[in-house]
């Protein structure tokens, strides 16, 4: 059972419009969240990361959001580019577990011209 | 720079073959990963290693084995390859930890081995 879900296969949206993917987890141990940015034929970058004593960080451009009761976080990406065309992997981890980093299964966002 | 280099983009082997991929990082990072990414599944941790000759398994382990030999080489072996192990395989370090929580880094990723088993 994935313990981190990206219900979310794909995304579209008008360049220069907020994208908003989604992310679900069902461990309530985890306290510590990131946000993974994959291109074609390149690895995983890091974006963004929040703890659960955050509701919310900003950096730049992207904006993530945790909300704890709802066991649900969102990435925000505003304005989105084409260049912004990638896979996103959500993921999480919990002290408990030294920090072993679970993913989702990615969303593909698609920033149309 | 931050460099994690793995030796093949592309392999193609046939069930039963051995398989070596090989992986290096130019971070002096104390911790290597390897990863498997499948469409619908994400990535999942096959073995990670904390130190020189020291691994441990991650969460699909089974069908693989890893080495580590030095510090800044992490080689992953499929013993008899076969075709569900089919995948792409991303190779990651890290300086602190399991870099998954705060203060302790960021994973930094290779490019990826696409493997086809036929």
């Known amino acids: 059972d994935q313990q981190v879900k990206q219900n979310s296969p794909s995304l579209s949206v008008q360049e220069g419009r907020i994208s908003i993917l989604n992310c679900d987890y069902t461990n309530s141990m985890f306290d510590y969240f990131l946000w993974y940015k994959k291109y074609p034929a390149e690895g995983p970058t890091f974006l963004i990361s929040?703890?659960?004593?955050?509701d919310k960080n900003e950096d730049g451009r992207f904006t993530v959001f945790l909300n704890k009761s709802a066991k649900h976080l969102s990435l925000h990406i505003v304005p989105s580019p084409p260049g912004d065309s990638a896979v996103y992997f959500c993921?999480?981890?919990?002290?408990?577990?030294?920090?072993?980093?679970?993913f989702g299964s990615g969303t593909r966002l698609l920033v149309r011209p | 720079d931050v460099k994690v280099t793995q030796s093949s983009r592309y392999l193609v082997k046939r069930t039963g073959e051995k398989v070596f991929l090989e992986c290096v990082q130019d971070m002096d990072h104390e911790n290597m990963f390897w990863y498997r990414q499948d469409p619908g599944l994400g990535l999942r941790l096959i073995y990670f290693s904390y130190d020189v000759k020291m691994k441990e398994k991650g969460d699909i382990p089974e069908g693989y084995s890893v080495s580590r030999e030095k510090k800044e080489r992490f080689s992953l072996i499929l013993e008899s390859a076969s075709t569900n192990q089919t995948s792409m395989y991303l190779c990651?370090?890290?300086?602190?930890?399991?870099?998954?929580?705060?203060?302790?880094?960021?994973?930094?990723f290779g490019e990826g081995s696409r493997l086809t088993v036929l």
């Open positions: 990651a370090s890290s300086l602190y930890g399991l870099a998954g929580g705060p203060g302790t880094g960021e994973l930094f």
């Open positions: 993921a999480a981890s919990a002290r408990l577990s030294s920090y072993k980093l679970i």
């Open positions: 929040i703890s659960s004593i955050k």
